[in-house]
């Protein structure tokens, strides 16, 4: 049984693939946490884990100590709640009991926020556990879900006001699991623009360790992502503890070790920018974090997120469909094109093989700098005489999608619709308005201000007859306190903003289901499994260069499929570093992700047009693989000598192997790179000629010989019966 309830020991256990979780409902009627960890056979867990815990009489307080499952304030523990609530008469003190329970098949949606799914009700089992503060009135619903292949489980929380007082959520998780112990390393990915995701990996330490945004974006510097693992975890074995949030705003993550030393790992909202009014009758929904637990190293955390992302976070058409190879012409051209400069790259590209062709910032308004026009969503015939219709109709005429750039959240002071409006963007009357890139923030928390964009993004993409969606968000909030709230409610904007601006991506991508839409915010600074629901891939970094993008797609994929990262093949030296790599190597690193180019191809050497024709006609072949394929880190870059990861189909039929040299040191042995998930007793034919046993390939590895920095091989090697 997925979900076990033991009436008799008052014991929840939920299992999937490899995993269990384990929960206890005390005499008392308080929710005790039991386990989370390795599968174990129903009825094996017992409440002792939770009866095991140390009670003391003064100091320290019993609550304190116990493996609360959603630990409150008030009554005797002192470290963060997962859920605080300041009441009418003004105090913290809940006192939540048990008060009932559901079982079903399946998995519900949010509403109005994005969660996995579950398409057929055997995929999931779900549990929804109430517990009730009766003299507030209050009823809490943990929200369970546990998927079936994966063990992974999908957290949220809920909590409805059914007393006659009007109360106020402080702060609230949507999971705060403890662990047993605190020998722990801690996982995060952190970052900046340009430098996203780098994996940090510490011991946990005796305090509270916390990552956070505050930014109303999940943000290029830290990721709303949190694992713990043992000391001697590896990429392969080890056990991980990992918590992903799927939602797109501020966050705080954080594993902190209480007074007895052990673990709590938790992600919520965070509460400095996160308030929530709860009037009676009123709930509250929290977002949803996804735990995930593997005994084989990070390789296996991850590869059950890519899994369940790929398949039951993203949505749509282009879900199951192999994505386009695209050309963008943003570093080719920035600003300043015209259609014929425009039209050349797009007739380089076709020539090339190129599928898609994404036409960046600046086709719009006045928009000739990133001074204005954000917010004016009409075209600029100045750049483009045809319309957008008339230049996506070249386009289309030449074989090739048609894709656009936009920045629907944002607004230029200098714009017709900032004169029209200039009370829709985030502001706090008589401060200034903080500019970011000479732009400002609408203020998605209103309605009118998220239907504007539902009608002008719609306008956009009816008259363009786009194929393809950039969805780009380039600053941060600041005066996140909307006017349009009164003052008790004001803290709820940063909240209200990814509410309503999930409204707008639910509209426009359910009226256009055919368009590819990608995701993008200074490159990734909105990296995260709420933007996926809505939109399959995102653009990873603005950093373009090759091995630059070997750290940064290497941390991405702790948590995201490679289906999910854009990688695009720019030009050197690059723009970002100013490095000098060749074409090969900076193809090879973009067949990590979604394939695509950003560059003048007009302007390239006849022998880097070879190297990339050959490289999009090798993307065709192998896109199925390394978009649906299991994806292995096997070398971190991390050293600066050299990288390597794998994709292997679902039979074990096909396996890529990827291998980057960064710096070359002389005077060293080539190097041995031994590959997983291959079938030991099949022969694999790698693309030189050579053949390899499944067996060989795996346990003893095969070396390879990359001399000269920078440079790097692809091996395809297929399964063969002789
Ligand atoms: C952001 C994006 C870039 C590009 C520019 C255009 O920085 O990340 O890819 O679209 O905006 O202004």
Redesign the pocket.
């Known amino acids: 049984m997925p979900i076990d309830y033991h009436a008799e020991k008052r014991v929840f256990t939920l299992s999937g693939g490899e995993c269990s979780y384990g929960l206890h409902i005390t005499p008392e009627g308080q929710l005790m946490h039991l386990y989370w960890g390795r599968r174990v056979p129903d009825g094996a867990i017992t409440p002792h884990l939770a009866q095991d815990y140390p009670v003391q009489a003064s100091f320290d307080l019993a609550a304190n100590c116990l493996p609360w499952e959603l630990p409150t304030l008030g009554q005797g523990w002192y470290g963060t709640p997962a859920l605080d609530i300041r009441n009418a008469a003004g105090d913290h003190v809940l006192q939540l009991r048990y008060a009932g329970h559901r079982i079903y098949a399946g998995k519900k949606p949010l509403e109005g926020l994005p969660a996995v799914y579950a398409e057929q009700e055997r995929e999931a089992d779900s549990l929804e556990i109430d517990l009730q503060d009766s003299l507030l009135g209050l009823q809490v619903t943990l929200q369970y879900t546990v998927l079936n292949d994966s063990g992974a489980v999908a957290r949220s929380m809920r909590v409805c006001n059914a007393g006659s007082e009007t109360v106020q959520i402080m702060s609230a998780a949507a999971a705060s699991v403890p662990l047993w112990g605190s020998d722990y390393d801690v996982i995060h990915l952190k970052g900046a623009w340009g430098r996203e995701r780098a994996v940090i990996r510490t011991p946990m330490g005796q305090g509270e360790y916390a990552v956070f945004s505050r930014r109303g974006a999940s943000g290029h510097e830290e990721n709303p992502f949190m694992a713990l693992c043992e000391p001697s975890a590896t990429e392969h074995t080890g056990g991980v503890w990992a918590v992903s949030y799927i939602y797109s705003g501020s966050f705080y993550a954080s594993a902190a070790a209480d007074v007895l030393g052990n673990a709590r790992l938790s992600m919520g909202m965070d509460a400095r920018v996160f308030t929530w009014q709860l009037r009676p009758g009123e709930a509250f929904q929290t977002p949803e974090a996804i735990l995930v637990y593997s005994h084989q190293g990070l390789n296996g955390m991850s590869q059950i997120y890519h899994r369940l992302y790929r398949l039951r976070l993203a949505r749509g058409w282009w879900r199951d469909r192999q994505r386009p190879v695209l050309i963008n012409n943003?570093e080719a051209t920035y600003f300043d094109f015209t259609e014929d400069k425009i039209l050349s790259i797009a007739r380089q590209a076709h020539a090339l093989g190129i599928e898609l062709f994404v036409l960046?910032?600046g086709w719009f308004g006045d928009r000739n700098d990133?001074h204005t026009s954000l917010g004016d969503w009409t075209v600029n015939r100045k750049k483009l005489p045809g319309g957008l219709s008339g230049l996506a109709e070249k386009i289309h005429a030449m074989g090739m999608l048609f894709g656009l750039?936009v920045e629907p959240e944002m607004i230029s002071p200098d714009s017709d619709l900032y004169r029209a409006h200039p009370d829709w963007c985030l502001h706090v009357a008589g401060r200034e308005r903080t500019e970011a890139r000479h732009q400002l923030v609408l203020d998605m928390s209103r309605a009118e201000v998220q239907e504007y964009v539902i009608t002008a993004i719609s306008a956009v993409l009816r008259e363009s007859g786009a194929d393809y969606i950039?969805w780009?968000m380039?600053r941060n909030m600041t005066e996140y306190f909307s006017p349009a709230l009164p003052p008790e409610r004001r803290m709820e904007t940063q909240h209200r903003y990814m509410l309503g601006l999930y409204r707008v991506l639910e509209a426009i991508t359910a009226s256009f289901p055919r368009v590819l839409f990608e995701s993008?915010s200074?490159?990734g600074g909105r990296f995260d499994g709420g933007m996926l629901f809505y939109m399959p891939q995102t653009?990873t970094s603005?950093n373009t260069d090759a091995m630059a993008r070997l750290q940064i797609q290497y941390g991405t994929s702790m948590v995201y499929p490679a289906c999910a990262m854009g990688a695009h093949v720019s030009a050197v030296p690059n723009h970002q570093c100013g490095r000098v790599t060749a074409m090969q190597t900076r193809c090879d690193v973009a067949i990590g992700g979604n394939f695509g180019f950003e560059l003048d191809l007009t302007a390239l050497s006849a022998e880097d047009l070879d190297v990339a024709k050959r490289m999009v006609r090798r993307v065709n072949q192998l896109r199925g693989l390394t978009q649906t394929g299991k994806f292995t880190r096997l070398i971190s870059p991390e050293k600066h000598e050299y990288a390597a990861w794998q994709f292997t189909d679902e039979e074990k039929s096909q396996a890529l192997l990827c291998v980057y040299r960064i710096l070359s040191v002389a005077n060293t042995a080539p190097i041995r790179i031994r590959m997983y998930h291959l079938n030991p007793d099949a022969l694999y034919h790698a693309e030189d000629g050579r053949v390899f046993s499944g067996a060989e390939l795996m346990y003893q590895g095969m070396t390879v010989t990359l001399t000269g920095d920078f440079s790097s091989q692809t091996i395809l090697f297929s399964q063969s019966e002789s």
Do not use: E
Request: proline share 0%; with cysteine.
């Open positions: 943003w960046d910032d990133d750039w950039k780009d380039n993008c200074g490159g653009w603005d």
